[in-house]
């Protein structure tokens, strides 16, 4: 059932008086969400603009905590912002802790802010429900709604989080294109190592098999972080692979985990600190892999990381996520003014054929830092994923048309 508070909190004597931020990494679409939480506002209002205003908190939740915010002049269309990538309010990766809850509700209490809408994660929803009951238990009055975005995809109950599908469109088409690549290079390269970001689950290196039809296709060899990854037996499977075609693409997710369940990789992001000290990102561990192939094996391989492109790649981005976002985005802004608090937007599928869709949501106790895995039985041995998964993924990466070859053998 969802919680309402009954009169908005949102709108005082004053008028609606809300804010909104984007957190953690961006997506190409989160500024789709914040385009559609604006113009909702926007059209709602209209003709009444004097009894409505939009703060955004610039930089995420540093932003928030040190008091940095701007009105936002919904008289302007802002169209611009569908089209745009990046964070247009930056975002940041500041974690909440405890002690910044009292600077947060300083924030909100001294520009008189009743409601409060963040973009982001699993990690922003359990910020959003520690603001919530905070703000709860110091008797101050506010409403708390949260957009899901990440290219992760590992936000719970939700169908899909928006930037999730233009981040998956872009890694399969990248894939099979390096694949094309490859297979024309072998008799000077043998082996390539694709890198991708996906921190702690695999929904992204396995929708790199959307494009697999033959045991000729890549990628030949997918390890994602729910399965721990062994170097001897990916060894063993290269050489396989290699023997069969004289060539080998492997997909690896950047959260790859060892026995033990620990990130094998993390790297110091460059910020003048020496000795690893400083900021550490999750990343490199495809240049272990091809060190270990090339070493191990003797065969040429060469790293490919698609970094920060599949989150941000404008070009690539799915125009069923882009239509998703903006939704998320204005439902957002309608429950504000229906009186909900407490519960983050999601994505609701209806049917695969036709793919259709609506917008729901969820309690924040039901996705509040809490991951949502990909599901192993997606993924079976030499790079193949289920028919189930190519399915659930078609609607945001189109047809499944793999690349034709010419019968070399003819000649």
């Known amino acids: 059932m969802i919680e309402r508070i ?24 989160i500024n789709c969400s914040l385009f559609g939480f604006m113009n909702e506002l926007r059209e709602i209002y209209k003709g009444e603009e004097k009894k409505l205003e939009l703060f955004g908190v610039a930089d995420g939740m540093s932003g928030l905590c040190e008091g940095r915010l701007f009105r936002l002049n919904t008289r302007h269309s802002f169209e611009w912002l569908k089209s745009q990538p990046g964070a247009a309010l930056g975002a940041g990766r500041k974690a909440l802790v405890q002690d910044d809850l009292e600077d947060c509700l300083d924030t909100l ?24 009951q905070a703000a709860r238990d110091s008797g101050y009055e506010l409403q708390v709604i949260g957009i899901p975005k ?26 099979r294109d390096i694949s094309a690549d490859l297979q024309s290079m072998r008799n000077f390269e043998q082996v390539r190592v694709i890198e991708t970001m996906g921190r702690n689950v695999g929904w992204l290196s396995a929708a790199s098999g959307y494009f697999k039809e033959s045991e000729e296709d890549a990628p030949h060899l997918i390890y994602i972080p729910e399965q721990p990854f062994q170097f001897v037996r990916m060894l063993e499977e290269v050489k396989e692979v290699y023997s069969q075609l004289g060539y080998c693409l492997v997909v690896a997710s950047e959260g790859l985990k060892d026995g033990s369940g620990q990130p ?21 561990i495809g240049s272990v892999i091809a060190e270990t192939i090339s070493q191990e094996l003797g065969l040429a391989c060469r790293y490919e ?8 790649a404008s070009f690539a981005v799915s125009a069923q996520d882009q239509l998703e976002a903006e939704a998320v985005g204005r439902q957002a802004a309608r429950y504000l ?43 079976s041995p030499g ?27 003819s000649v």
């Not at 695969?352 to 991951?371: C, H, L, M, Q, T």
């Open 305 to 312: 990381n698609l970094g920060i492109l599949q989150r941000c």
């Open 264 to 284: 094998i990789r993390a790297q110091g992001i460059a910020n003048g600190k020496k000795n690893g000290q400083g900021l550490q990102a999750l990343g490199g």
């Open 6 to 29: 009954g009169k908005p909190a949102a709108i005082t004597n004053r008028g609606l008086r809300v804010a909104i931020a984007q957190v953690g990494g961006p997506t190409a679409v």
């Open 109 to 132: 209490r001294r520009y008189d802010i009743r409601a409060l809408a963040l973009a982001g994660g699993n990690g922003t929803m359990w910020a959003c429900q520690s603001i919530e």
């Open 337 to 379: 003014l229906e009186g909900v608090s407490g519960r983050m937007v999601t994505i609701v599928r209806q049917a695969d054929k036709p793919y259709d869709w609506n917008v729901g949501s969820a309690p924040f106790r039901d996705v509040a830092g809490i991951e949502r895995a990909f599901d192993p039985a997606d993924l």
């Open 150 to 175: 990440t290219v992760d995809n590992d936000i719970q109950v939700t169908d899909h989080t928006p930037g999730f599908p233009s981040a998956a469109k872009f890694v399969a088409h990248a894939v």
């Open 383 to 409: 790079g193949w994923i289920s028919e189930r998964y190519k399915a659930w993924l078609k609607p945001f990466v189109g047809r499944k048309e793999a690349y034709r070859r010419l019968n070399i053998s």
